[in-house]
């Protein structure tokens, strides 16, 4: 048994007997990736020999002194900034980058008294849904080898699923942690837009971008949620609200709990398999106190063509700074200015960046900006007015992660419409600025499958509250691939 099968909580405990030390959690964690990512492909850079002096280090601190997560190993996804420790968004164009400073989160993550293992593989600049379009390798699903694990936080969530580390961070701009979280059997929370700082993440969609923190459970979760959230002075977008004690909500009660089901989600295009896993962990729901009645969503059916315009179009400027004068890649051999900039940025960027690029040069441009990026704006306000209405009789929505469970390694690679429907259930969550979270619900096959929770703006609480009780009263959160044991 690995040590990361306990909890956050079990694992305080057995540093505070003098059964463990942090030293050994961190070895544990660099020996588990050094076992077993030659199969996940989860990390591209690792921070050994700084983990390793700072663990000694914190073995020092007195047990009066330490908090919940103290001591304990966690991976960051490689679009969060980390000083020292190089930062490539999964891309050839900032290959080689060292940042100068600590991401907002990452110095939250120091201050809870973390160990940062290393830099996790992703999606190219978060834009993808099976990390296939990284620049330097593909990570696989634990569950199922050939399978992706799900993206842009594909590898967040399947170094968190192989056991390789016991905590990771990623970020969602449409989906990206619930989506690999449903696919990789773990716990994954998108928290509302504001709740975490986005100071130190490169940005892909600034209006919708959140960073989140995936776990094997709901507790564990809802704590490293606490540690990184608040407000922050370096963004403007952080949210003024206090950060609530989540882990102190979750008492398993939820009766008179009002759960609505959008008819949307539980309809045409989600596979049986994921359909009735959602139905079957209503009925748990249900036998737990919870009423479930079924509502509708109407302009959801507009949400992936809104997303795909607004974050496309707002890439299309945020990515316009990678130009190869100030840092990362530069071309060799060019003429003159202009031709640095078009060969810099057609040899560092993939396929997938460049046609998002495009896309949203192209809604943003004159002649198309009232007919794509204004009419995407309107979607989206009556996207979030749908939202807000239904929150006025209930307390969260239910429905499935994903329409399907993982998809083979290579199946829609060349197919990017079918790849972006994958996040039909995720994208209006970001739209609306709502939180939500994915638990593990079934699965199909030997593949995980996940249940959606969305709560009303800055009510994580709820929504963790639920989770937790859906948790208490199942046992899919238990379930580890069969690479835990390296068969």
Same mark, same amino acid.
């Not at 991976?75 to 060292?98: P, Q, R, W, Y």
């Not at 690679?413 to 979270?437: E, R």
């Given at each position: ?141 634990? !569950? ?20 390789? =580390? ?167 051999? =060019? ?148 690479? !835990?044991?390296?068969?």
């Amino acid at each position: 048994m690995t040590l990361f099968e306990r909890s956050a909580k079990e694992l305080q405990e057995s540093l505070h007997n003098g059964e463990l030390t942090i030293a050994d959690l961190t070895k544990e964690a660099f020996d588990r990736v050094e076992k077993l990512d030659g199969d996940v492909q989860a990390f591209l850079a690792l921070n050994k020999e700084q983990a390793t002096a700072k663990a000694a280090e914190l073995d020092q601190v007195p047990f009066e002194e330490r908090g919940p997560l103290f001591g304990l190993p966690i991976g960051v996804k490689d679009n969060i900034v980390t000083e020292g420790l190089e930062t490539t968004c999964a891309s050839k164009i900032l290959e080689g980058f060292m940042p100068i400073y600590d991401a907002t989160v990452v110095k939250k993550l120091r201050e809870a008294g973390m160990v940062t293992i290393g830099k996790l593989n992703m999606d190219e600049f978060a834009m993808g849904s099976s990390n296939e379009n990284s620049a330097y390798k593909t990570t696989k699903n634990p !569950w199922k080898l050939e399978h992706v694990p799900g993206g842009s936080s594909g590898a967040s969530a399947a170094a968190v699923a192989a056991g390789e =580390v016991p905590f990771s961070l990623g970020s969602d701009t449409g989906g990206s942690i619930r989506q690999p979280a449903a696919y990789c059997g773990v716990v994954g929370m998108k928290p509302t837009y504001g709740r975490v700082s986005r100071f130190g993440l490169v940005a892909f969609a600034s209006s919708l971008d959140q960073i989140g923190p995936i776990t094997r459970n709901v507790r564990d979760n809802a704590l490293l949620l606490e540690a990184i959230a608040g407000v922050d002075p370096n963004d403007s977008t952080s949210a003024d609200i206090p950060v609530p004690n989540y882990a102190a909500a979750l008492d398993g009660n939820i009766k008179g709990l009002k759960i609505a089901v959008p008819k949307e989600f539980i309809g045409e295009g989600v596979q049986e398999a994921a359909r009735q896993s959602v139905l079957d962990a209503l009925e748990v729901l249900k036998g737990l106190g919870a009423t479930v009645e079924e509502v509708s969503l109407p302009h959801s059916k507009y949400a992936l063509a809104a997303y795909y315009i607004l974050s496309s179009s707002e890439a299309s400027s945020n990515l316009s700074r990678f130009d190869g004068i100030r840092y990362g890649f530069r071309a060799e051999g =060019v003429k003159n200015l202009m031709e640095l900039y078009k060969e810099t940025r057609a040899q560092g960027f993939g396929d997938e960046v460049k046609r998002r690029i495009m896309l949203g040069t192209y809604s943003l441009s004159a002649g198309t900006y009232d007919a794509y990026y204004k009419k995407a704006q309107q979607a989206r306000t009556l996207i979030k007015q749908d939202y807000d209405k239904i929150f006025e009789e209930y307390d969260v929505i239910v429905g499935p992660t994903a329409p399907t469970a993982a998809f083979e390694i290579g199946k829609n690679i060349d197919d990017p419409m079918t790849m972006y429907a994958n996040d039909i259930l995720t994208i209006p969550i970001n739209l609306a600025g709502v939180p939500a979270i994915s638990i593990p619900c079934g699965f199909d096959g030997d593949l995980p499958l996940g249940l959606q929770i969305i709560g009303k703006h800055f009510d994580e609480e709820t929504i963790y509250r639920t989770a937790y009780a859906y948790e208490k009263a199942t046992d899919f959160h238990t379930k580890t691939p069969q690479i !835990w044991e390296g068969k």
